[in-house]
Structures are given as C-alpha cells and as structure tokens.
C-alpha cells in the first residue's frame, strides 16, 4: 500500500498563479521528498526535507513539513505552462530502507 | 554527468511470455532500485540493491519475478510468465546514499496482451 496521500488528485489553474498540493502519510519518516514527472523528462526529484525540517525552499518551490499532523504541503508560486506534470510525495521510513510515493497530484498550467 | 540507462524502452508481448529489462545506474552509485508504475498510480518499489546485495524485496511477486546485480553495477529485471496485470512502466532509480534523493532512468513500457 501507498504510505502518502496527494491531495488534490487533480489540479488546474492559470499561468502566474500559485499551486499548492498536499501530503498525509502514516508512519515516522525520516525524510520526505517531492518528485515531478512529465513525458518529456521522466521523474525528477524537486526536493528533500528532514524529519528535523519544519519549511525548506528552492526557487519557485516552497516544502512544508508537519510531523505532528503527518503532513505536507508543495507550493509553486507563479507558475508556468512548464510547471505541468504529474507530482508526487514519497517518504523514507525510519529504517531508511524504502521510498514509499503517493498517488500524485495532476497539476496543469493553462498559458 | 550520464544519467540512469535503461532499455528496452517499449516492449510489447503477450501473457506467459517471458521479458527482461536492463538497467545502468549512474555511475559510483551504491544503491540501485527497481519500480514499477501502473498507469495513474505513484511508483511502487519492486527491489533494492545495495551493491549486489538485496536489502528489500518485500514487494517483489517472487513467483514470477526475480532481479540481480551481479558486480554490483547493472541490473536485470525479469518476469517469467509475464500476466496482463504486469502491463506497467518499470523504472529503474539509483542513489548514492540509501535515504537521500534518487536518480530515475526513462523507464521500460511493457504491454502484455
């Protein structure tokens, strides 16, 4: 079974906005990680943020991690046509033995 | 840097044939992984390799499936019968440390009629 749950399971919005797609998982972690795929470049890893970790940035990618609630949230701000893909949370367990993704979130960027 | 290789990228057979897919993890990486992802779903983890050892292959449907990492550098994936279940992309990911970020190959298409 899938340990994080995406939430929406679909997203649409227009270019220059922000998207916000939600995390739950069930067991500790170690860390938690948000990977991008699209046709063209495959499945890409966007971020990692630490148990330890409440909020980590890249670029445009803002990560929030909430342990207490077993949740977290990837925010895209201004978003582009580009920004189009199907993006997924994938947590470590403590063990550190196994990635573990969620169902994903279809996230399209109308120009 | 050369990314994660796989091939074939498209296979097409028919049930209780047999196919093997080969992966080239990024060179120097230590940790190897084989996924499979059904069309809508997330990647479900088949096996891990830690240089030619296994360390989970919990989800790896043993009657059918089996992998190795002989040198601890490429990997063989097989599946022998194949049934239309397994119609999925397998995507091979390699890392250089177990629980830091993971490198995905393009992924191999298997059609099973």
């Known amino acids: 079974s899938q340990q994080g749950e995406e939430d929406p399971q679909a997203l649409s919005i227009q270019e220059g906005e922000n998207a916000t797609m939600n995390c739950s998982y069930k067991t500790s972690i170690n860390n938690l990680q948000w990977y991008r795929q699209n046709s063209g470049r495959g499945l890409v890893h966007l971020i990692l943020i630490r148990s330890n970790e409440r909020e980590k940035h890249s670029g445009r990618l803002r990560v929030t991690l909430d342990t207490s609630k077993k949740s977290s949230s990837l925010l895209i701000t201004a978003s582009r046509a580009a920004d189009t893909a199907s993006y997924f949370c994938?947590?470590?367990?403590?063990?550190?033995?196994?990635?573990?993704f969620g169902g994903g979130t279809r996230l399209m960027v109308k120009p | 840097e050369a990314g994660v290789a796989q091939s074939p990228r498209y296979k097409i057979i028919e049930k209780r044939q047999s196919v093997a897919f080969w992966c080239n993890p990024i060179s120097g990486h230590a940790t190897l992984y084989w996924y499979q992802q059904i069309l809508g779903q997330g990647p479900k983890l088949l096996i891990q390799f830690q240089n030619n050892g296994v360390v989970d292959d919990s989800q790896l449907p043993k009657d059918r499936f089996s992998a190795e990492r002989l040198k601890g550098v490429d990997s063989t994936l097989k599946i022998q019968p194949a049934k239309l279940e397994d119609s999925a992309v397998y995507l091979c990911a390699s890392s250089s440390q177990g629980v830091g970020e993971q490198f995905f190959g393009p992924g191999t298409r298997l059609t099973v009629l």
């Open positions: 994938a947590t470590h367990n403590n063990a550190g033995n196994m990635l573990t």
